[in-house]
């Protein structure tokens, strides 16, 4: 959706560090959201924040969150090919209802 | 974890007929469904929520007489594809909404293509 932005593309070689940046407008956002689609298929969660968190962890995956700039990242430590997908953020709005952006598409090199 | 199910993965269909998707939560009871549409190398974008024994509400510029939702139960939802056209051909995502107390969560299915020739 047109409140949430993300770059396209992103390459990155096997074994490093992807970071994948998103903006959001809505600044009553309360949870943010990762996804994580691979070709033909549907959108797996892979993590999200809430609105009052600067930064999560979950294993490979670091989320940051500049609420004051309304940007969202997602770290990925360690990418491996299995990594390659198209990496959406959502923005939660009213009712449980998600604005996703365009999606990041994710190409792991060896 | 809570699975959601879409079915037909896929489908192909000639231009003029109907075609029916059905969303499945097979392990929890979801008053609200949502369903998406996504074009190719595009983002999602919501369709209308779908409320169990109500009428689904639908985003602006969805044509409710061409997209029919129903939820008859709480674990199903359908949407129907009425007089397909080649540009209806898209991916189409439902998500199920599971609420434990004051919390929800939303479980997404595995979508369904649809390809009207």
Redo the contacts between chains.
């Keep these: 959706g047109e409140d949430v932005e993300q770059s396209l593309f992103l390459s990155v070689r096997e074994g490093d560090s992807s970071v994948i940046n998103c903006t959001y407008t809505d600044s009553s956002s309360t949870y943010l959201y990762w996804y994580k689609q691979e070709p033909g298929a549907g959108l797996q969660l892979l993590t999200y924040i809430f609105s009052n968190m600067d930064m999560k962890q979950d294993q490979r995956l670091t989320v940051l969150l500049n609420k004051k700039d309304k940007h969202l990242s997602l770290r990925i430590a360690d990418t491996q090919t299995g990594d390659s997908a198209i990496y959406f953020c959502a923005d939660l709005m009213g009712d449980y209802k998600l604005s996703f952006g365009a999606g990041t598409t994710v190409t792991v090199r060896a | 974890g809570a699975v959601v199910s879409?079915h037909p993965s896929w489908v192909i269909c000639k231009s003029g007929t109907s075609v029916k998707i059905e969303c499945r939560s097979l392990d929890f009871q979801a008053t609200?469904m949502?369903w998406?549409r996504q074009f190719p190398?595009?983002?999602?974008?919501?369709m209308a929520?779908s409320n169990e024994g109500s009428k689904a509400t639908y985003e602006q510029g969805v044509e409710k007489d061409k997209f029919l939702i129903n939820h008859a139960s709480l674990t199903l939802s359908t949407l129907t594809v009425t007089s397909a056209h080649p540009e209806d051909s898209s991916f189409y995502?439902c998500?199920a909404?599971g609420l434990a107390g004051d919390t929800?969560e939303?479980f997404?299915?595995?979508?369904s293509?649809l390809t009207v020739l």
């Design positions: 879409q609200t949502f998406y190398k595009q983002s999602l974008m919501l929520t995502i998500s909404l929800g939303l997404f299915g595995e979508g293509r």
